[in-house]
């Protein structure tokens, strides 16, 4: 099996200054699990998952440890949804990607 059997050769890409709630959307609508993070010329930034949306919107352990409120006001977790909603995706985007140019060899020599 090549690298080019299991790639995904047909992707959506967003600029690093679209709001995190039209990532969210996109992913929504074409039932995609990322979307690709590049600059004017195409280039790979980086890349934003379900996963990093999700994380950001719910506070974590150490948030909720420090203020209990989320837990007893739900408007509050409103509020930061609306707030984190707005964010530009380049806020929350991973970009310490693993990429490879090498689609013609076999997949256990690139991995």
């Known amino acids: ?30 039932h995609l699990n990322d979307v690709l993070v590049t600059d004017t010329e195409n280039k790979l930034l980086g890349i934003a998952t379900f996963s990093d949306i999700c994380c950001k919107l719910l ?9 209990s409120s989320y ?9 930061r949804l609306a ?3 707005n964010l530009p995706v380049k806020e929350i ?5 693993i990429t490879t140019e090498l689609m013609h060899l076999p997949l256990k020599r690139v991995l």
């Open 1 to 30: 099996m090549k690298v080019s059997d299991i790639m995904t050769k047909n992707f959506l890409a967003v600029r690093p200054d679209t709001p995190i709630y039209k990532v969210q959307s996109l992913l929504i609508r074409y």
């Open 59 to 67: 506070p974590d352990y150490d948030e909720l440890m420090q203020d």
């Open 71 to 79: 837990l007893l006001d739900p408007e509050l977790i409103e509020d």
């Open 83 to 85: 707030d984190i909603m």
């Open 93 to 97: 985007m991973t970009t310490n990607v």
